[in-house]
């Protein structure tokens, strides 16, 4: 079976200041990892994805993630936060190629203040 | 990406009703997904759309709760029957391996807001 652990439901940080969010997974298999940001009221579109290639991901809007797999972890890194950057971000995983869904994590609410 | 479209938008039902939801893409794929997304709440994979054969449901679901067709590589529909105001959720359908995409690459659609009173 496979999980996603997002630590922290709620993150709040400066405008300007570095976007930290946190996910650690679980999988028997080597793992498809994806970060989705949700704005509101609206659907998932996919920041980016591991599969297993490069182990530092760069993806939409400046947001980029590294792979760990000693620590079984995914974080979402920006450089330098935005007051768009409001959102609620999902971490999920797939367990290789076939036929399978996402496990997504708990999501985080990203907040951030001027 | 692929376009993909959800019909209704939103809708708001009475207890013991169904509501088909249905799910329309641009261009042929190869899996289809429906998932829920409860308030507040993350999204929890509800069944695998398969074209020409019985939808995959995750655990927690069935079929006669909620029954999915996959008529064809652009198409499903996904059922909410007998509803209760617990279905009250977000329904999203995604989709995976089409055109000139890789795989392992899920697409989500605008999402149905359901609520029942």
């Known amino acids: 079976a496979q999980s996603v652990t997002q630590l922290g439901s709620h993150v709040s940080v400066s405008e300007g200041a570095l976007v930290l969010l946190r996910c650690n997974y679980s999988s028997s298999v080597p793992p498809y990892l994806f970060w989705y940001v949700q704005y509101p009221n609206q659907g998932l579109q996919l920041l980016l994805k591991?599969?297993?290639?490069?182990?530092l991901v760069k993806g939409i809007n400046g947001f980029e993630a590294e792979f760990k797999k000693s620590e079984t972890s995914f974080h979402l890194t920006k450089p330098s936060a935005h007051m768009s950057d409001a959102a609620e971000y999902f971490c999920a995983v797939k367990m290789g190629r076939g036929a399978d869904g996402l496990t997504f994590g708990k999501g985080t609410h990203l907040i951030i203040q001027p | 990406s692929a376009v993909i479209s959800q019909k209704p938008s939103r809708d708001i039902c009475q207890r013991g009703t169904s509501l088909t939801i249905q799910c329309q893409v641009d261009?042929?794929?190869?899996?289809m997904f429906w998932y829920r997304q409860q308030p507040g709440q993350s999204l929890t994979l509800i069944a695998t759309a398969n074209q020409g054969s019985e939808a995959t449901y995750e655990s927690g679901f069935v079929i006669d709760k909620f029954p999915i067709s996959r008529p064809n590589l652009t198409f499903s529909t996904l059922t909410v029957s007998n509803m209760s105001p617990e279905d009250s959720s977000i329904y999203l359908c995604?989709?995976?391996?089409?055109?000139?995409?890789?795989?392992?690459?899920?697409?989500f659609g605008p999402g149905t807001r359901l609520t029942v009173l």
């Open positions: 261009s042929q794929v190869t899996m």
């Open positions: 591991y599969t297993s290639a490069a182990t």
């Open positions: 995604s989709v995976e391996g089409w055109g000139g995409s890789t795989y392992n690459e899920q697409f």
